[in-house]
Antibody, heavy 120, light 103 residues
Framework: QVQLVESGGGVVQPGGSLRLSCAAS????????MYWVRQAPGKGLEWVAF????????YYADSVKGRFTISRDNSKNTLYLQMNSLRAEDTAVYYC?????????????WGQGTLVTVSS | DIQMTQSPSSLSASVGDRVTITCQAS??????LNWYQQKPGKAPKLLIY???NLETGVPSRFSGSGSGTDFTFTISSLQPEDIATYYC?????FGPGTKVDIK
């Protein structure tokens, strides 16, 4: 069965950095696009970034562009999100999600999420 | 970017009621519209993709319709386990969500 397990969250000071990981299993990771989606406490869902199956294209929300970098290691079945210059408004649960693989963009499997808290 | 609006923002209905949520896109998105259910403390779950296709394993009381800019999500007979927040989504944009409670 498909499993996505995020790790790397924690408390970081404003201006600091953090790298999230998402370990994937139960499907052929190298053939699917992957996403990061976040949810601030008590708020709705916010799309953060997308990476194509082969890493050739990456897309970012305007709110994180230039500060966050999405990447993947298909040999390790792992997705990453490098977060730099963190701000208080980046505080959220971060989910990785798998693209369904059909035309359009759908998130058919999600991880359990990892909490990032940016605070001094 | 395309903007997505949802209404209502919250609703309260009785078990067995028919529940309808609408989602409107700021421009034509064809049928590229998906619906998710999120229960408190849990990750979202894909229910409907491409406006009207039921994801595998999702109960048939859930349905979706629409195309272009106007979409509808329906629960034909509300069950206690359907208490959740429902989000529409197109590419990189989520709607603000609709919280569904039992009356």
């Amino acid at each position: 069965q498909v499993q996505l397990v995020e790790s790397g969250g924690g408390v970081v000071q404003p201006g600091g950095s953090l790298r999230l990981s998402c370990a994937a299993s139960g499907f052929t990771f190298s053939t699917y696009g992957m996403y990061w989606v976040r949810q601030a406490p008590g708020k709705g869902l916010e799309w953060v970034a997308f990476i194509r199956y082969d890493g050739s294209n990456k897309y970012y929300a305007d709110s994180v562009k230039g500060r966050f970098t999405i990447s993947r290691d298909n040999s390790k079945n792992t997705l990453y999100l490098q977060m730099n210059s963190l701000r208080a408004e980046d505080t959220a649960v971060y989910y990785c999600a798998k693209d369904r693989g059909s035309l359009g963009s759908q998130f058919d499997y999600w991880g359990q999420g990892t909490l990032v808290t940016v605070s001094s | 970017d395309i903007q997505m609006t949802q209404s209502p923002s919250s609703l309260s209905a009785s078990v067995g009621d028919r529940v309808t949520i609408t989602c409107q896109a700021s421009q034509d998105i064809s049928n590229y519209l998906n619906w998710y259910q999120q229960k408190p403390g849990k990750a979202p779950k894909l229910l409907i993709y491409d406006a009207s296709n039921l994801e595998t394993g999702v109960p048939s009381r859930f349905s979706g319709s629409g195309s272009g800019t106007d979409f509808t999500f329906t629960i034909s007979s509300l069950q206690p386990e359907d208490i959740a927040t429902y989000y529409c989504q197109q590419w990189r944009t989520f709607g603000p969500g609709t919280k569904v409670d039992i009356k």
